[in-house]
């Protein structure tokens, strides 16, 4: 089973750190998400890949090529203009199967695909939705089911007393070649707004079902930071890069941190990263590959991506940092989100 995934949103609720990058190319754990996933599926099985890709296509294809560099096959489905989740699905039939997986790819999980494809060949529909339940669903996709699982209807981001239940679509299907023929080619279609609800008046069988393990909609700067902080804790069990110091401590390889730095768990620590005299890294601190970090620097509760400069005395609350961004010595920064290539000095 072959398995699509859509990589071709704008992320603008995550600007600027989106500006010159798709979204799923965000790292979570100092690796691209999009890779990360790709690592997940194929895990369980999965070796032949469909990337529907729009904005910054260029990124995504130099990053991963034909796939071989990991292990699986990779082509590429280029959307001509943005196209809705439906669209990009018409987009890249061509390149499907009879029966294939589809994820966002900007949603972060590690659900296995195998109970959602036995649930789906035990139901026959044409179309198996993952599901997840969660606090507020006005933000999302919200199904109302029979006791088969059968989806009786679709509301799209309801108010909370309208919400039918609160299992909303995860953003993972498994779909039949079938669907294709109920989506319109050349345009914007929504699948929740158009496809489903036109498969379900239709008869033709779709289906939901609960998935299991982590899932968060990375959409927001909040959520982002929440995976990170999920990631350290280990409450979301993506596999961590490096080897473990001490418990909640992870470096990478070819790191230097002289001696008396200071790492307060929980830590994530890049390849080929140098720490100077004195500071201190953490609690809940992600720092990427390449990254030199001055003498007497305070870093806690903030994600700085690759090959950032961190001059000496600085003190970093709460941020998220583009990679190759540069801080100049003594800044204090809280709360702040600079994207890439930044330069920041005091004043």
């Known amino acids: 089973m072959k398995a699509l995934l859509l990589a071709g949103g704008l992320g603008t609720r995550m600007r600027p750190l989106t500006e010159s990058m798709p979204k799923p190319m965000a790292p979570v754990g100092n690796r691209p998400w999009l890779e990360q996933l790709v690592l997940h599926l194929k895990s369980q099985g999965i070796r032949e890949f469909v990337m529907a890709v729009k904005y910054f296509p260029d990124r995504i294809q130099k990053h991963f090529g034909d796939g071989s560099r990991f ?74 089911l029979d006791a088969s699982g059968r989806i009786l209807r679709f509301v799209e981001k309801p108010a909370k ?44 069988g779709v289906y939901g079902k609960a998935i299991e ?6 959409g927001t700067r909040d959520r982002y930071r929440k995976v990170h902080w999920d990631l350290l804790d280990r409450t979301f069990r993506l596999p961590l890069q490096g080897k473990e110091w001490k418990k909640g401590v992870w470096v990478g390889e070819h790191t230097v941190v002289s001696s008396d730095v200071s790492l307060v768990p929980p830590v994530l620590i890049g390849d080929r990263v140098r720490i100077g005299e004195g500071s201190v890294i953490g609690p809940y601190a992600v720092i990427g590959d390449g990254c030199e970090i001055g003498r007497g620097v305070r870093v806690t509760e903030t994600i700085m991506w690759n090959d950032c400069r961190v001059s000496d005395d600085a003190y970093l609350k709460g941020c998220i940092f583009g990679a190759g961004l540069q801080i100049g010595p003594r800044h204090f920064l809280y709360d702040a989100v600079v994207s890439r290539g930044a330069e920041v000095r005091p004043e």
């Open 213 to 218: 393990g982590y899932w968060m909609d990375m």
């Open 71 to 144: 292990g699986v096959r990779i082509r590429y489905a280029v959307e001509p203009i943005l196209l809705g989740t439906a669209g990009a699905i018409k987009n890249a039939e061509p390149l499907l199967g009879d029966r294939f997986l589809v994820l966002n790819a900007d949603i972060i999980q590690n659900a296995p695909i195998e109970p959602l494809l036995r649930f789906h060949e035990a139901h026959g529909g044409a179309a198996t939705i993952g599901l997840v339940a969660v606090d507020d669903p006005t933000s999302y996709g919200v199904v109302e």
């Open 161 to 204: 007393h309208e919400a039918p239940s609160n299992l909303v679509n995860a953003g993972i299907y498994i779909l039949e070649k079938e669907v294709l023929r109920h989506i319109p080619s050349g345009r914007e279609v929504s699948i929740e707004r158009e496809t489903f609800p036109l498969l379900i008046a239709s008869g033709a």
